[in-house]
């Protein structure tokens, strides 16, 4: 079975500076997906960043970037210039699939707050 | 920008009741999807509907839970008898090519 572990219940960081968001999975599948949600207050469900297993380079989105280390199975999440609306519920998740419709398998999740 | 929807934002019922969650994905999205999060907790898959018919389903979906896709646009998920532990936000969401999240459904058992 496919799982997405966040060890991390909660992060704080200061307004301004870096954090970085852990995440580890388990899989017997070459070729999947991986991806950061940030969930806030509003409960939406908002897409941070994907990464794509096959491809080596690191996504990057603005302030976000990953850190995807496929044979330790681990991909974290790093915040740079924290603002005080990034405040939120992060979840990592995984899919197998993805591309044809397949479903996505969340982490835990892990609270950010940011402190002014 | 094109937006999956979902009414009603907030759903009060008693236990044993039946409740209807209505979503709208985007148009000309193929796949659709419920998730559920309890509160506190991780989202949770429940299933996924392709061609009018479900294309996976988790544990968690067992016979009190229905999808339908009524008509050209709404795509609903029915819970026949509902329980305390029903009580959750309820997610639906829709793929082409990308996964897009509606703002969710409180349902409240009591």
């Known amino acids: 079975a496919q799982t997405v572990t966040q060890s991390q219940p909660e992060m704080s960081v200061q307004e301004a500076e870096t954090v970085t968001l852990s995440c580890t999975y388990d899989?017997?599948?070459?070729?999947?997906?991986l991806f950061w949600y940030k969930q806030p207050p509003s409960r939406q469900m908002i897409l941070v960043i994907r990464?794509?297993?096959?491809?080596?380079q690191n996504a990057t989105e603005n302030r976000f970037s990953v850190n995807f280390q496929k044979a330790a199975k681990s991909f974290s999440l790093k915040i740079s210039d924290s603002q005080l609306g990034d405040a939120a519920m992060y979840f990592c998740?995984?899919?197998?699939?993805?591309?044809?419709?397949?479903?996505?398998?969340f982490g835990q999740g892990t609270e950010l707050s940011v402190k002014p | 920008e094109p937006e999956v929807t979902q009414t009603p934002s907030h759903q009060v019922t008693q236990m044993g009741q039946e409740v209807i969650l209505r979503c709208v994905p985007i148009?000309?999205?193929?796949?659709f999807y419920w998730y559920r999060q309890i509160l506190g907790q991780k989202v949770e898959f429940l299933v996924s509907?392709?061609?009018?018919?479900?294309?996976?389903k988790s544990e968690i979906f067992d016979d009190q839970f229905s999808v339908e896709r009524p008509d050209g646009s709404n795509f609903t998920l029915k819970i026949r008898s509902t329980k305390l532990e029903d009580s959750a936000m309820y997610f639906c969401?829709?793929?082409?090519?990308?996964?897009?999240f509606g703002p969710g459904t409180r349902l409240t058992v009591l």
């Open positions: 998740a995984f899919s197998t699939d993805y591309n044809q419709g397949g479903k996505l398998i």
């Open positions: 899989t017997s599948e070459s070729d999947y997906y």
């Open positions: 990464q794509e297993a096959y491809k080596q």
């Open positions: 148009s000309n999205h193929l796949y």
């Open positions: 509907f392709y061609n009018n018919e479900i294309s996976e």
């Open positions: 969401a829709s793929w082409g090519g990308e996964q897009f």
